[in-house]
């Protein structure tokens, strides 16, 4: 598996989770990382980016001032913190390495996704 998303599960509306996401290739610490979702019946959507060395990022509006996307190059591990969440945060979140150095936010922009991790916010 070259990419491996954890950390989703159920919460109430208003609490956090953290999302990581571990990288087996080498290439990882050369390349921008991603996170998307897709909710049932939607289609995919992008959340948040972050470049090769972590100086830049990128968010949806929906989750800006909310989630925070960072990265450990040492741990090959890429995280996505998410704070006051609402239920249509609801959706299954993946990972992905990008092309390039810097965030993209268009899921061409990216070569290898995780499996998914679902994360559930009731009301």
């Known amino acids: 598996v070259q990419l491996q998303a954890s950390g989703g599960g159920l919460v109430q509306a208003g609490g956090s989770l953290r999302l990581s996401c571990a990288a087996s290739?080498?290439?990882?610490?050369?390349?921008?990382m991603g996170w998307f979702r897709q909710a049932p019946g939607k289609e995919r959507e992008f959340v948040a980016a972050i470049s090769w060395s972590g100086g830049s990022t990128a968010y949806a509006d929906s989750v800006k001032g909310r989630f925070t996307v960072s990265r450990d190059n040492a741990k090959n591990t890429v995280y996505l913190q998410m704070n006051s969440l609402k239920p249509e945060d609801t959706a299954i979140y993946y990972c992905?390495?990008?092309?390039?150095?810097?965030?993209?936010?268009?899921?061409?922009?990216?070569?290898?996704w995780g499996q998914g991790t679902l994360v559930t916010v009731s009301s």
């Open positions: 290739r080498r290439t990882f610490s050369s390349s921008a």
């Open positions: 992905a390495e990008g092309r390039y150095p810097g965030p993209a936010t268009m899921g061409s922009g990216y070569d290898y």
